[in-house]
């Protein structure tokens, strides 16, 4: 059988692998959002010919391209966990609404959203399933709530499509499920393919004494991504008691509600409502220009700065430098979070604008570290492993990681067709 990478080839973004055996489907279809447009998978024939579509999980870089595949022939089931589908939902609506802020014309419409999200067959983790005839089961990647690894027994073959995989325990998820039988092909993510995470416990505990030390004479602002981020830097900051009330902003609040109603993709369902209480939601401007009135501590997305009502609070208290701003997650290249942490500055609404608070980042991250990746390679040992969602040096450092435990190895190219 044949694997096509249409995307997330020695990249991150745009995900979609699309495997051409006695049947064709697809991992994943996800697209790459840049400062301009977002970039799509590259041209898959004939879509009208696919069998299925594995979708791993909610972010828009393995769904995002669904909508449009849709639109432009696309008829088969998805297959994904309802926690998946409900992400999904949110994401792109969101994502839909954002193009347009942008004055981007995307090619679909909500209609194609809809239309998408019609085609769901939900999965449950561990449950043997069939796509006409082939057998494939998901497992808890462990990533963010819903999240899955895939795998897929075809032509007497394993395939195992890792999706975003992080093998650690963390205060929101189980670690991933990692006990697989005899896997054939392994398709491993590689985000973190060079580099470790600092030990997540030390982590959060110098994490929380910041927040403590900037809140004893000012505000705290703590972007946070709205799927599991948000929820987890909620749970962290509900173990200890502040001087100042904690809020909680933006589409994080609608996501808290959404995992709440799925229990069954959280580690510990009570605790989080448990910490949902000690917050306060903010549901509209008013109520955040009252709580800006006062000290707080302060959740809101969008995680990298690129909008949401993280903006309104980096223009008021972003000027005060016993203000601080804590940022939770990794910052891509052209992100107003990674200007703020190498200039201090940001841009809003076109201006340039001098950060003078504090800035802080700390690596929460929901993906697998070089040193787990490498004892998940080692634990698995394919025959043949496939290193993909990584930038090249990340993708083909973990091929070379893998060819020396005697695995044939590779890192692929964009539209490069491999045998297997
Ligand atoms: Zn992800």
Do not use: W
């Not at 609040?253 to 109603?261: A, D, H, P």
């Not at 190498?342 to 570290?369: C, M, P, T, W, Y």
């Amino acid at each position: 059988m044949q694997l096509i990478f249409h995307g997330a080839a020695r990249e991150v973004g745009r995900s979609c692998v699309e495997v051409a055996s006695e049947k064709r489907f697809l991992f994943d279809a996800g697209i790459k959002i840049t400062a301009e447009q977002p970039e799509h998978p590259t041209h898959i024939d004939d879509l009208r010919g696919i069998a299925g579509v594995f979708l791993s999980h909610g972010h828009l870089d393995h769904c995002g391209a669904l909508p449009l595949l849709d639109h432009t022939g696309l008829r088969c089931p998805i297959f994904c966990t309802s926690a998946t589908k409900a992400i999904t939902r949110i994401l792109l609506k969101d994502a839909l609404k954002i193009e347009r802020i942008k004055h981007h014309h995307p090619a679909y419409d909500k209609n194609d959203v809809f239309k998408a999200l019609d085609s769901v067959q939900k999965v449950r983790y561990g449950q043997k399933n069939y796509l006409e005839g082939i057998e494939f089961a998901f497992q808890d990647a462990g990533h963010i709530p819903g999240s899955a690894s895939i795998m897929v027994e075809v032509e007497g073959k394993r395939i195992l499509y890792t999706g975003d995989i992080n093998t650690t325990q963390t205060m929101l998820l189980k670690g991933a499920f990692v006990n697989f039988p005899k896997i054939n092909t392994l398709i491993c993510e590689s985000t973190y393919g060079e580099k470790d995470h600092p030990e997540r416990k030390k982590e959060e505990k110098a994490f929380l004494s910041k927040v403590k030390e900037i809140s004893d004479t000012g505000s705290v602002i703590l972007p946070v991504f709205a799927v599991g981020r948000a929820q987890e830097v909620m749970m962290m900051l509900a173990k200890k008691d502040f001087s100042v009330p904690i809020y909680m902003d933006g589409m994080a609040k609608s996501v808290t509600e959404l995992f709440e109603q799925e229990p069954g993709f959280i580690r510990d369902v009570s605790l989080l409502q448990k910490s949902a209480e000690k917050v306060e939601f903010i549901e509209s401007r008013d109520e955040r220009e009252e709580a800006l009135k006062k000290k707080g501590i302060f959740l809101t997305t969008s995680g990298m700065l690129s909008g949401g009502p993280v903006i309104k609070y980096l223009t008021e208290l972003g000027d005060n430098p016993n203000n601080g701003i804590l940022l939770t997650g990794y910052q891509t290249e052209d992100s107003n979070g990674r200007l703020l942490l190498e200039e201090g500055r940001v841009i809003i609404d076109n201006k340039l604008i001098k950060i003078n608070s504090q800035v802080k980042q700390f690596d929460f991250s929901a993906h697998a570290g070089m040193r787990e990746l490498k004892e998940l390679v080692r634990k698995i040992m394919p025959e043949h492993a496939i290193f993909v969602h990584g930038d090249k040096s990340a993708t083909l450092s973990m091929a070379k990681f893998a060819e020396s435990l005697g695995i044939k190895a590779c890192a692929p190219k964009t539209d490069e067709i491999l045998e297997v």
